[in-house]
């Protein structure tokens, strides 16, 4: 059980991200949720073209765009987000699952990281040196990995 928590914080985590995520615009897409070949490949022909792989932006906007009126509302962005997530939670499932039974156990949970690489992370968190990690400190390096792309799964 000591790595329930750990789990349920991942997932709420990674879903209150990808949801940011979905509501900010950032340059290069709406968010950065992978489309499928077959949704890049719009005339259907077995191949991506350079104009379909530059409309990436505009798939991902239109595949959010539930009732196709040109602009996203909470309803349809939240959606997207869950959409996003889910896909996040049934890779993480299918990277784990050693045992195949569509659940991950506690053995099967990505374990924290353990020895000199723990080692340096705390370090470079703790950054008045006192031995001890403060609100302040940890906030301040969760939007750091925020910021980098950093926070993937681990698994020792």
Known sequence: MKHTGFIVAIIAGSIALTAGAAMAQKPGGMHRAPISF???????????SKEEFSARHEVRFNDADANGDGSLDRDELLGSARKSAEQRVDAM??????????????DELPQ??????ADKAFDRMDKDENGSISKAEFDEAKERMGKHGKGKWHKN
Do not use: H, M, Y
């Not at 499932?93 to 506690?106: A, C, P, T």
């Not at 924290?112 to 690489?117: D, L």
């Open 38 to 48: 077959e949704q890049a490949d719009q005339d259907g022909n077995g191949e991506i």
């Open 112 to 117: 924290p990281r353990q020895g000199k690489r």
């Open 93 to 106: 499932i299918e990277r784990f699952d050693e045992n195949g039974d569509g659940v991950l156990s506690q």
